[in-house]
């Protein structure tokens, strides 16, 4: 069965520093990878996806997330935090007629 | 706009009593999904439909039911048989049709509290 794992609960970071939230996947076959973000009270919001072709994915609100096959990971990334990127964040893996979601990762950027 | 519009935002429900949570979507998806969020946790699928009139169970299912009559419409029951349905839930939707590589599309949730 396909499966991700966010090893992390929260990430603190200084606005304007690098951001990495991790997310490692299983899966068989070809893996379909997404990252979703979530603000209090709101539904999930689509932020990239990973199909095929370049390992770096690039999606909404200047984040993009790395691929690596060998690692089986699959982190979002983002060159300069913002204290409005302050929320919970999801990677989901694709499965048969439906997605597996990680238990999720609350980002604080700090002033 | 398309999108999925969920109502009410907050219900309450007594116990022994059946509420049903209200899941519309104008995005032509084939799929439609309910999660339950609860604090601190992540998303906990209940209940699945790929295409009208069929829906799987989910992880969570027992104390749920739900129906899908129309393309656009995926409604949630909590029945009194959920001893703990204090929970954020949320629907979404996907386009389906075998293409797997489309992401879910979320509505902004149902907020359920025990009176």
């Known amino acids: 069965a396909q499966s991700v794992a966010q090893p992390e609960d929260q990430v603190n970071v200084a606005e304007g520093n690098p951001l990495t939230v991790k997310c490692t996947y299983s899966?068989?076959?070809?893996?379909?990878l997404f990252w979703y973000v979530q603000y209090p009270n709101r539904g999930l919001q689509f932020l990239l996806k990973y199909i095929t072709g370049d390992n770096l994915v690039k999606g909404s609100y200047g984040f993009e997330a790395e691929f690596n096959k060998s690692q089986t990971s699959f982190h979002l990334k983002k060159p300069s935090a913002l204290v409005s990127d302050s929320a919970l964040y999801f990677c989901?893996?694709?499965?048969?007629?439906?997605?597996?979601f990680g238990t999720g990762t609350r980002l604080k950027v700090l002033a | 706009d398309g999108g999925i519009t969920q109502s009410p935002k907050y219900l309450f429900r007594k116990e022994g009593q059946n509420v049903t949570l209200s899941c519309e979507q104008n995005l032509n998806h084939d799929a439609m999904y309910w999660y339950r969020q609860d604090p601190g946790q992540g998303l906990r699928l209940i209940y699945y439909s790929q295409i009208v009139n069929d829906f799987q169970k989910g992880d969570i299912a027992e104390g749920y039911s739900v129906s899908r009559e129309k393309k656009e419409s995926f409604p949630l029951t909590v029945t009194s048989a959920q001893k703990n349905p204090t929970a954020f839930y949320l629907c979404a939707s996907s386009i389906g049709q075998g293409l797997h590589n489309q992401p879910q599309h979320f509505g902004d949730g149902t907020r359920l509290s025990i009176l």
């Open positions: 899966v068989s076959g070809n893996p379909y």
């Open positions: 989901a893996v694709r499965d048969p007629g439906k997605y597996i």
